[in-house]
Structure formats: C-alpha cells, structure tokens
C-alpha cells in the first residue's frame, strides 16, 4: 500500500489525471522491482473504473497530442514499452457497494476498498495538512514538454495552442477600446467565459462578440453606419447603445428583466450557492440596471472582496460573460465547508448561460418592438407619406416632367 501526489497542473475535478498518476506509479515499481530482481517475464494485471486511464494498457495504443494529461499518458505507454512485462487492463464499474453486484466482484469489492482508503487519506491531508498548488514535476519518460510560463501545456492540441496565442493580443484588443481595464484583464474567470461561449450555439457567440464591442443593430450603430436618420431608441426615445438595450425600462422591458433575473435567482438556489454570494450578485444586477452604485460592502469579507472583483471588471461584463474568478473560488470554498462533491466550474459555467439568456431575451424583446410594432413617430411618418401620395394623385400629370 502507498500514496503518490499527482503532479502538476491538476485542474479542479480532473479525476482522469489522478488515475493516471496512480497506473504511472505501479507501473513505474513495477519496473523498479523487475530491474532490482531481474525478473524478465510475468503479467500483471490493472483493474481501474476509469476508462480513460486504461488506454495506454492497449495493444494498439499512441499518444496524441489532442489527448487530455497526454505528459503522463505518453509517460505510462512509453514506461509499460520497456516493462519485461506483460501488462493487461481490466475496467470495474466504481461504487458497486451501493449497487447491483457486476461479474467482477472481486475487483469490484479491492476498487470499493481502495476508494474508501483514498478518502480517509484526503480526509486526513484536509484537516491536517496546509494545502499546496501541485508541483509541476518532471515526469519520466514524458517526452518533449511545452510549457506557457510557469505552467506546463499538459495537452498541446492545436486549438490548446492557438488559445496560448492568440487570447494575449484579443484580450489586449478589449483593453485598447477601453471595454475592460489592464488590472480588470488579470481579475477575469477566462477559463468559465471559454467553456460558457462553447456550450452557445455559433450565432449566439457571434452576437456575444457584437454586442460587447457595440457593432450591432444598436442606432447609435446604425446612425453611424448611415442605416437610418437618427439613434433613437424603438421602445423609449433615447439614444439606444448596446447598456442603453439592457437598461431600458419601457414597453415592458421591466417585465422581461425581471423574469429573467427571477430565473437567475432560481439558477443559484438550485445549484446550493452561498446565500450572501446570492445576494451580492442579484442586488447588484439590480443596481446597474437602475444607474445606481454598486453595493460592494457585506458582512462576509470574502464576498466583499469578490465584489469589489467584478465591479472592477463591470457589471454589464458580467451579463456579457466576464465573470470575476473570485466568485468561483468562493462558491467552491463552500462546496468543501459542505462536503459537498459539486463543482464550482460547473456552477460558473450555469451562472455564464443564465446571464446570456437574461440579456439575449432583453435584445429580443427590443427587436419585437423595432420590428413588430409600429411606433409612434413610424405611423406619423406612414400617415405623411401616405397623405403626399394621395397629392400626387389628385394632381394627375401635370406635375410630371415631359416624356422624351
């Protein structure tokens, strides 16, 4: 029996690196102690209930660089190659002491015993230990390494790559247009915006990316392209930018706000968020929306800090998808006082699609009134035009130029 720490980058609730890290331990003492024995045949066999780490054993297997952890994937196949070894895998479903039996029950019952080991030793490190970040260690065998600072590519795909770098310079592109500050850039949960935007369909993230930088239908937009005369707002008569089509109180756009933030509310309550982190969020959507301060005091000093976070980084970000991390890392702090096995990564990612959905049914209530209603200044503008027709009529020809 033993322990092995996992090393670095472990990613929260990244399950299948933990695995791997365990196979590459008993394969790598495995080795160790055929070499001081000189044992040169024999087969062992590796019951796992995650699949995933179980593809290495394979006949046919070669890492690829679009693998996830593919550092200790390639680490485990290249260490099973020069085992004198032969090496068989063998999947067991996971907490068959809470189900049915299996046909491994053996397996079954030394993978429930292992589990129950496991977290009595995780629940020893908690409340004894001073947790650390992971080390990013050197791994035997792992090949060429890439790495983006301090920080190893633990899978250098190709979008992994093209996200190293490219997401500098657009981040910067928002800094330049003054959307969000230099210091706001450092504070803001890129990771949940990256997952929240793949969970949109493609003309969702387009209108996302719009929106943001103010080049859609907006009338201020349209004036400047030369659409349309003036950058009055279909619903109330104002100047309407892409705030003004969030904050607009008129023809029921109070309605539409309301029963979408009652949605978000419900969101939160369903998912166990921390009551104050609850109020923090709700009150201060409230509070933009009304041009009003934002309430950045509370009782709970790490709600405080979390919301001084986000104003930094705006409010109408938030809606737009620019979470502050702080709200992740606080609702997760809660999750573990609770025992809880929920994610927080999870949590933000519905907290991003909720808030997508609030502002996208404020911009579709907006295009029903421009486009499905007739306006009042739009039904005078008819009644005239309709009035000059009728002239023209009475009028005959005589008003025509001659015909050549």
Request: charge should be positive.
């Amino acid at each position: 029996m033993g322990y092995n720490r996992v090393p670095g980058p472990v990613k929260e609730g990244d399950s299948h690196r933990c695995e791997l890290a365990d196979l590459y331990a008993i394969v790598t003492l495995v080795n160790c102690l055929c070499h001081h024995h000189r044992i040169t045949q024999g087969s062992i066999l590796v019951a796992c209930d995650n699949t995933g780490a179980l593809k290495p054993g394979a006949v046919d297997f070669l890492p690829k660089c679009s693998q996830k952890n593919l550092d200790l994937l390639q680490a485990i196949w290249k260490t099973i190659q020069e085992s004198p070894i032969e090496w068989t895998t063998q999947h067991v479903y996971g907490h068959q002491d809470r189900k049915a039996k299996d046909s491994h029950r053996c397996l079954a019952t030394l993978n429930c015993a292992m589990d129950a080991l496991a977290k009595q030793h995780w629940a020893h490190i908690y409340a004894k230990v001073h947790l650390t970040p992971a080390p990013h260690i050197l791994i035997h065998n792992e090949g060429w390494t890439i790495w983006s600072g301090t920080d190893k590519v633990v899978a250098p795909s190709c979008n992994a790559l093209h996200s190293l770098l490219a997401d500098q310079p657009t981040q910067m592109w928002w800094v330049r247009h003054n959307h969000i500050s230099e210091t706001a850039k450092y504070l803001v949960d890129w990771e949940t915006c990256s997952t929240g935007m793949k969970a949109l369909k493609p003309g969702r993230r387009r209108w996302i990316t719009k929106h943001a930088s103010a080049n859609c239908g907006v009338s201020t937009t349209l004036l400047t392209w030369k659409y349309q005369d003036d950058d009055q707002c279909p619903c109330c008569g104002r100047s309407e930018s892409t705030t003004h089509v969030l904050t607009c109180t008129a023809m029921g756009a109070n309605e539409v706000w309301n029963e979408n933030l009652d949605k978000v509310a419900q969101c939160l309550t369903d998912s166990d968020t921390l009551l104050a982190l609850q109020e923090a969020i709700l009150t201060n959507l409230a509070c933009w929306r009304q041009s009003q301060l934002p309430r950045v005091s509370f009782d709970d000093s790490s709600v405080t800090a979390a919301a001084q976070s986000q104003s930094s980084i705006g409010w109408k970000n938030m809606i737009e998808g620019l979470l502050s991390s702080e709200w992740r890392q606080l609702q997760q702090r809660h999750y573990n006082s609770r025992r809880s096995r929920k994610s927080s990564k999870r949590w933000a990612w519905g907290l991003f699609l909720k808030l997508h959905h609030l502002a996208w049914n404020q911009w579709k209530h907006r295009n029903d009134i421009k486009h499905r209603h007739v306006r009042p200044r739009h039904h005078t503008a008819n009644l005239a035009l309709n009035s000059n027709i009728c002239l023209f009529y009475r009028n005959g020809g005589q008003d025509l130029p001659p015909s050549l």
